[in-house]
């Protein structure tokens, strides 16, 4: 069977939205959902979320020091989206990188409406079990606000 062939019964997706937070998880998910658009032919969008939850939790710094943490966040979504978009890159796939500041699950569910994603692919959050993952605020409020096929990575 000829790569052509097989591209074609793999013509499932035609735009994949990977999330990144840098972390090894994210990454191992990167590389899948990478291999997978190959495959498939699929686009990609690559997103890094800066929450705006945890800048909250610095409301007590003064602004200097909010600010430092605020652009440290911020080149570090940075710096993880374009290690994507260039493992992407690299492959030949389409790829196009965003960050975006938010509360990551609305952003993503907002990002995958608007450009129509058919797949999220996001990593284990650290070291939790599945379970754990599956009952947290970001996956759950995923499953119950997205139309598409969401894919963790462990």
């Known amino acids: 069977m000829s790569n052509q062939t097989r591209k074609g019964e793999w013509g499932l997706f035609k735009k994949i939205l990977i999330t990144t937070d840098g972390s090894e998880y994210a990454v191992r998910a990167a590389e899948i959902a990478l ?3 190959k495959r498939t032919d699929a686009e990609v969008l690559v997103l890094s979320v800066i929450d705006t939850g945890v800048l909250g939790d610095f409301s007590r710094e003064s602004e200097k020091g909010r600010g430092r943490v605020e652009r440290d966040m911020s080149l ?3 710096g993880n989206v374009e290690y994507v978009v260039e493992l992407g890159r690299e492959a030949g ?3 196009t ?3 975006l ?7 993503i569910v907002n990002l995958a409406n608007r450009e129509e994603a058919d797949l999220i692919v996001l990593g284990k959050h650290r070291r939790r079990s599945i379970g754990r993952i599956m009952h947290s ?11 598409c096929t969401v894919l963790v990575v462990v």
């Open 97 to 99: 990188g965003h960050v």
């Open 76 to 78: 570090a979504a940075e």
């Open 93 to 95: 796939i389409a790829v």
């Open 101 to 107: 500041s938010g509360r990551p699950n609305i952003e």
């Open 35 to 37: 291999e997978l658009a």
């Open 137 to 147: 605020d970001l996956a759950v409020r995923l499953l119950e606000d997205i139309d």
